[in-house]
DNA sequence: CGTGGCTACTTGCATTTTGCAAGCATGGTC
DNA sequence: GACCATGCTTGCAAAATGCAAGTAGCCACG
């Protein structure tokens, strides 16, 4: 298996990199997420499992009942590729 | 729609990139391809028709009834964005 | 203490995407 | 003109995704 396929194994579903870059501006609870990605909240919830299981987030415990989702070392290491796509993404000429 | 979500749009269906990649090394056959990534060939020619018509690459005809498939400019300019990625995908420890 | 509201999910089912296997078309070879 | 290689298409099963509704924990307020 090629690198890029291992990485695509890990964020190359559906919606996987969208909520990575979103985290990029830091720690972000989970109806933020679901708000601003328009995401279906059962996808958002088995993506974030996903990716936590992954090692590239982890759940950041707020007060009351809620929490806020981080990304890791791995997870910030994430930014170049995001960048470089979001980059190519945008000259659609 | 962010610039993100513009270049997972093009290149965020599974295969997709993979098959990219497999073009970076120069123009490929089909047969080549579904050898080489073990792609199912029903994904292979929906991917293939869906990337050239998004202007990522085009069909090269060869002698018989053979073609090659290779990049355009702006399928070669994906190329940044697949290093970044598998050099993330490198490092899964 | 109990009702109501907010947040973070889970669950059931329809729709879409993906995968496997088999078949078809075209062109060349002998 | 029988045979073979290449490049697909087609039919159907399995898996992923999406929508809508429901559940669970916590706290504020009366």
């Known amino acids: ?49 996903e990716l936590e299981a992954a090692g590239v987030l982890f759940r950041l415990p707020l007060r009351h009942n809620t929490r806020a989702y981080a990304l890791t070392d791995r997870g910030l290491a994430l930014r170049e590729a995001i960048v470089a796509l979001g980059t190519w993404g945008k000259n659609d000429a």
Do not use: H, K
Not at 18 to 37: A, F, K, N
């Open 1 to 49: 298996m090629s690198d890029l396929a291992a990485a695509l194994d890990i964020v190359g579903a559906r919606w996987a990199l969208l909520i990575v870059e979103r985290l990029l501006d830091g720690p972000q609870r989970y109806g933020d997420l679901q708000r601003d990605l328009g995401v279906p909240t059962n996808m958002l919830a088995t993506r974030l499992r």
